[in-house]
């Protein structure tokens, strides 16, 4: 029997598996509440640390690490995984032990991934998980045998119901664990490679010898690496040595990543030969019936457009309600401090600047939590998948993502929950893409501007409402066309790369555990508050000092004539011989100016330039304000043309700080959200100079 491995301390499990494995539930069956979540410094990858207790009430620690197919890395979640398991990251130790759970469905795929992390040499426990949904369909699995072959613990279980978990606590509270016997011989010729950079890792590397080992059959298997922020670089006498068998190999013509990874193949085979009993084919699974609709080329989008109907809906509709009460409350926690404090400007700072800019990014959180939901059902329950799937031929004519589909109408609500939910996208490429154009979307800030603006354009009420809609679907459709547009220009150059080939397993039907959804719907709502509003609190205090001050020599003077001269208004002067040939004056740059802490912000904006007290896009005074609204030679300021130009400037313009805080937070870097504002801000001005410029010499 190999010699087990005591841990005197607290133990540190990894638990790692296939997407749709249910590792995830397994992961909160295990620790309930008791879990940190975070990102990985260096990179957007969700962290997760949790606690459980042995079955003699020792703490335990786990850490689930995101899932993966395989040690070879092809995005940034499954580098993670496996840089910890290496013990390449400073900022995660690198775990005791290791809990493997596999889905029983699937078991000889799943036991690639196991069958890589034997090799390093850690105790193993394999988790094999939804037990019950392989009776269902008559797989039978001799776990017996496969626990004899592995030479470590096999548990059956199935976190959805709870079953199993018993068993796993106690095989987890064991003070010793075997090491793994399972063998597999690595193929002849490549033999004296692996012996060769095993070797240099464990003398330049410091890398145990079976982690080595492990380690050396990975670089040769994975001849495109990736790296992420905050991984420990090899030394640069391994990468040299791996250089050179990959150069002898490149000149001979001969695939070794493909030998070893049939060798592998070929092992797990064999073990899988005597264990796994599926049943003769008698007709479709219940599955199979489902997909028959579900991805039907008719059918199908008749119930992905139902559903995505009634996300879209809830995002839009049932999110109103708790908006207006977070506004409500935001507003009343404003007037409280005003009430509290000394007129000064300390509390205009609190008041208008730390409450007034922070509520403007936690009125959003209804419709964050919201989407959170709805992609969280439809995960658990197995259907995102087959969304992925019915979108990606769509969106693979401009070079998307199927995957992008989810995002992107999620930006039609927010842009900001939207960029969130690109983690969903493994290819790194593809993510950026998304996250550059999903502010092209018209969201839910720009409604007030285009009210107040077809309300000014369009003044008689016998104006017919199909009228005003037409307009709002344009705009609506512009920055789609946009969006689409530019990702199929960053494809081609940019960002340039293969066309999208989705590779996706359809995972099995399951109910949804309601309990994790809303968790993990509250874990990414608290990140999203925390993250995005600390940067938000910074600038919102630089916006109020720049529309506060310089202070007007006259205390009495108009809040009109105070924003008008203040750093502000002197920007809305600077910007007015950039942007009158838009048709916009200063008065128009201010509010350019100050929406960019939100869009919304311009119609606020423009009630305290024109002195009107009603700031809301229904307001008729400040309609009235600016249909009278005049040039210094007395011209119309706000025509037709004018309020046409300035909604199409508002669907390409960046002009917001809130996207722009979260595309930072995604991208672990200013360069994107940087060249967003550029490429955005310099779009919306170049169309709409192109409208008004040609406008005017049509005559309107």
């Known amino acids: 029997m190999h010699p087990g491995v005591a841990v005197s301390r607290m133990p540190v499990y990894a638990m790692v598996g296939n997407p749709n494995c249910g590792k995830t539930t397994l992961f909160n069956a295990l620790t309930g509440l008791r ?18 207790f042995s079955q003699h009430g020792r703490p335990m620690k786990i850490i689930d690490l995101p899932g993966a197919y395989s040690l070879a890395a092809r995005s940034p979640d499954e580098a993670v995984t496996r840089d910890v398991l290496l013990g390449r990251r400073a900022d995660t130790p690198q775990p005791d032990r290791i809990i493997c ?28 998980n939804m037990i019950d949904l392989a009776i269902h369909n008559g797989i039978k699995l001799d776990l017996t045998e496969l626990e004899d072959k592995l030479g470590v613990p096999v548990i059956p279980c199935s976190a959805v119901h709870g079953k199993g978990l018993v068993e796993l606590r106690l095989a987890m509270s064991r003070t010793e664990l075997p090491l793994a016997r399972h063998h597999w011989d690595v193929p002849a010729p490549i033999a004296p490679a692996v012996a060769e950079i095993q070797a240099t890792l464990i003398d330049a590397d410091l890398r145990a010898p079976l982690i080595a080992r492990a380690e050396a059959l990975l670089l040769l298997t994975d001849l495109e690496t990736l790296r992420v922020a905050g991984s420990k670089p090899l030394s640069t ?15 001979q013509g ?8 049939h060798s592998r193949h070929e092992a797990i085979h064999q073990i899988c030969r005597d264990i796994i009993r599926r049943p003769r084919e008698t007709g479709p699974s219940l599955s199979d019936q489902i997909d028959a609709v579900l991805v039907h080329s008719l059918w199908g989008w008749v119930v992905f457009g139902a559903i995505m109907t009634a996300l879209f809906f809830s995002i839009f509709t049932l999110a109103e309600y708790p908006m207006h009460w977070i506004d409500l409350g935001v507003a009343a926690l404003g007037a409280g401090v005003k009430g509290a404090m ?3 400007d300390l509390r205009d700072l609190l008041s208008d600047g730390v409450i007034g800019g922070v509520g403007g990014i936690v009125i959003f959180l209804p419709q964050i939590l919201i989407l959170f939901f709805f992609v969280g059902l439809l995960e658990s329950t197995g259907y995102m998948a087959r969304a992925a799937f019915l979108m990606d031929r769509p969106m693979s004519k401009v070079g998307l993502h199927g995957k992008s589909f989810i995002p992107l109408l999620g930006s039609y609500a927010c842009a900001i929950p939207g960029i969130m ?9 593809d993510r950026l893409i998304t996250i550059l154009v999903a502010p092209l979307l018209s969201c839910s800030a720009r409604l007030p501007v285009y009210l107040l603006m077809i309300a000014t354009l369009l003044p008689s009420e016998a104006v017919s409402a199909t009228t005003k809609v037409g307009i709002m679907f344009f705009m609506y ?19 340039r790369s293969a066309p999208p080939l989705m590779i996706l397993e359809l995972p099995p039907y399951q109910p949804p555990r309601f309990q994790d959804i809303l968790r993990q719907m509250f874990e990414r709502g608290w990140l999203f508050l925390k993250n995005a509003g600390t940067i938000i609190l910074g600038i919102s205090i630089v916006l109020w000092c720049l529309t506060t001050y310089p202070k007007h020599p006259d205390p009495a003077a108009t809040p009109a004539a105070q924003i008008a001269g203040s750093f502000a208004g002197q920007a809305g002067h ?52 600016l249909r009278h609204a005049t040039w210094p030679d007395g011209a119309a300021l706000f025509t037709p043309l004018v309020c046409i130009v300035l909604m199409i400037y508002y669907v390409f313009a960046m002009q917001c700080m809130s996207t722009i805080a979260i595309v930072r937070r995604e991208t672990n870097s200013w360069k994107w959200p940087l060249f967003q504002i550029a490429y955005m801000t310099g779009t919306a001005w170049l169309v709409s100079f192109i409208v008004y410029q040609a406008g005017r010499a049509l005559g309107f």
Request: hydrophobic share 45%; proline share 3%; glycine share 10%.
């Open 477 to 495: 459709a512009l920055g789609t066309l946009g969006a689409f547009g530019f990702a199929w220009l960053f494809k081609r150059t940019l960002l």
């Open 421 to 429: 939910a690109t983690r969903t996208i493994e290819n790194a490429k």
């Open 35 to 52: 879990q940190k979540v975070g990102n990985y410094p260096g990179v957007t990858v969700e962290k997760k640390i949790g606690e459980t």
């Open 342 to 344: 000394a007129q000064g």
């Open 574 to 625: 600077l910007l007015e011989p950039a942007i009158k040939p838009l048709g916009f004056d200063w008065r128009i740059g201010i509010g350019l100016v100050t929406s960019f802490a939100a869009r919304e912000v311009f119609v606020s904006s423009m009630g305290v330039i024109f002195g009107v007290a009603g700031t809301d896009a229904d307001s008729t005074p400040l309609r009235e304000a």
């Open 101 to 128: 759970v596999v889905d029983a469905s699937n078991l000889e795929r799943h036991l690639y991934l196991v069958h890589q992390i034997l090799d390093l040499g850690r105790p193993v426990i394999v988790a094999v």
């Open 254 to 261: 001969i695939d070794w990543s493909r030998t070893l990874i």
């Open 237 to 251: 006498r391994t990468m040299a040595q791996l250089d050179t068998w990959r150069q002898r190999w490149a000149g």
